[in-house]
């Protein structure tokens, strides 16, 4: 999401639109697999840190059922809002508030877990202190973070080819600037965590054409969408065109597009 900095509001359309066609196709799958590498279990009391439009948080709501327990905090308004009206018997706790200043007690969580929220938060360590301040002294975070773009050949070839139509790609490549597993479980080790570990993981999601992804892209990516908007029509014809060029390679008669996205998944004790 290129623009995740407080000022770049995501609005309930988008926060919807990154729901319908984000979340099922690539957020939700790599929300599943940190919940499940996190070891969620029945009566857990779960912290979905960036919740989004709560992909994490649902899911989690299903696994640590009525004796556990599901909060779930975003800064972003519009992604919160969205995600009321996808819990309608209020299962989970939502909370639109910044993950370096969280209004929980101390050691209240089990788990707490975030799915590509790291990379955006300009103070890293003061996010990981209060994570894990909110953390039981038996408790473990997991977190997910993308790793670098050549990894990530999709995104990059759409921020390669704004780039070549003078736009700045930095929102596209944004997600992918802390791809570094050492680096992430050097922080993680630095901030007081215990047996550390951060092993990759790559998922294949599929879009029908490269167009199709890039319009998925420019409605419901909250950062690249910025990117995007810039181009007038014949400008976005010409990038769709290019992009679909760059990824002939990963075009499939059958299942459409695959779009690689491969992530550091860390996990840590308190
Ligand atoms: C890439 S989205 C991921 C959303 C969700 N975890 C998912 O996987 O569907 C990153 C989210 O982190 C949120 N975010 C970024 N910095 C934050 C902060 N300091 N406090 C709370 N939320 C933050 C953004 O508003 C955005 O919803």
């Not at 960036?50 to 004796?67: D, E, H």
Request: one cysteine or more; glycine letters at 10%; hydrophobic letters at 40%.
């Amino acid at each position: 999401m290129a623009d995740n900095s407080k000022d770049g509001a995501i609005d309930t359309s988008a926060a919807e639109a990154f729901e319908k066609y984000l979340v099922p196709t690539i957020f939700g799958p790599w929300s599943e697999a940190m919940i499940d590498h996190a070891g969620t279990k029945e009566s857990h009391n779960l912290l979905d840190v960036g919740c989004g439009s709560g992909a994490a948080a649902r899911y989690a709501a299903k696994i640590v059922g009525l004796t556990g327990s599901v909060s779930a905090i975003d800064f972003n308004a519009g992604m919160i809002t969205h995600a009321r009206t996808l819990d309608p018997v209020g299962q989970i706790d939502w909370q639109q508030g910044d993950v370096t200043d969280m209004p929980y007690d101390d050691g209240v969580f089990d788990i707490i877990a975030g799915n590509q929220l790291l990379q955006f938060l300009p103070e890293k360590e003061e996010g990981l202190s209060e994570m894990k301040r909110v953390l039981a002294d038996s408790g473990r975070l997991a977190l997910t973070v993308y790793c670098a773009p050549h990894r990530n050949p999709a995104h990059a070839a759409v921020a390669n080819a704004l780039e070549k139509h003078g736009i700045d790609s930095k929102g596209v490549v944004h997600p992918f600037s802390y791809g570094d597993p050492v680096v992430l479980g050097d922080l993680l080790q630095d901030a007081g965590f215990r047996d550390v570990s951060v092993v990759r993981k790559q998922m294949d999601s599929y879009f029908s054409s490269a167009e199709n992804f890039i319009d998925c892209l420019a409605a419901g990516g909250p950062s690249s969408r910025h990117a995007l908007e810039q181009l007038d029509a014949d400008g976005l014809k010409g990038l769709k065109a290019e992009v679909t060029e760059t990824l002939a390679e990963f075009m499939d008669a059958d299942k459409g597009l695959r779009v690689i996205t491969a992530a550091n998944m860390a996990l840590v004790r308190a």
